[in-house]
């Protein structure tokens, strides 16, 4: 029975589960983020995951809809893929009762690009019970590096 007071997640359930798939989320962590999907702002920068693991996450990302002024990649968008790929990999290092929580994120612009895709690769520096680091290179279609990013996540349980 459904009262006024309780929210009917079956809806939102349903309208994550059509975002993991488009996203390009391994089924077997559609549990683990079925009840909040994977951000409005994943969603609006277009970016699509590969992999997904705590040691090595890589997600593609266009640079249509994401340019700044001279027509460019926004350097704002490399650090929002940059933290999308640590955030979710320390997330999944976290584990279940635990959440990652991003505490530094840096990056330096090495290469301009004005059209294509960007592809950020994830690789752990350090996973830890407390921390966890991930150094994240961005790279366009001939596999040239465009930036480097770097994450450091607070690891604690939630409701800590």
């Not at 990652?100 to 290469?111: D, M, N, Q, S």
């Amino acid at each position: 029975m459904m009262d006024n007071f309780t929210p009917d997640r079956s809806a939102d359930e349903a309208r994550f589960k059509e975002e993991l798939v488009a996203a390009g989320v391994p089924e077997h962590l559609h549990d683990w983020l079925g009840g909040f999907g994977i951000g409005a702002l994943v969603v609006k920068m277009g970016i699509r995951f590969l992999e997904m693991s705590p040691e090595r996450t890589v997600a593609t990302m266009p640079v249509e809809g994401n340019t700044q002024v001279a027509g460019i990649l926004h350097g704002g968008a490399h650090v929002v893929l940059a933290e999308t790929l640590g955030s979710f990999a320390a997330g999944m290092h976290a584990g279940t009762g635990r959440q990652a929580l991003g505490i530094e994120v840096g990056a330096t612009h090495h290469r301009a690009i004005s059209a294509g895709t960007v592809t950020g690769t994830c690789t752990a520096i350090h996973l830890g019970r407390t921390l966890a680091t991930h150094e994240i290179v961005m790279t366009d279609e001939q596999g040239r590096r465009l930036s480097t990013a770097r994450i450091t996540n607070l690891i604690r349980d939630i409701g800590a």
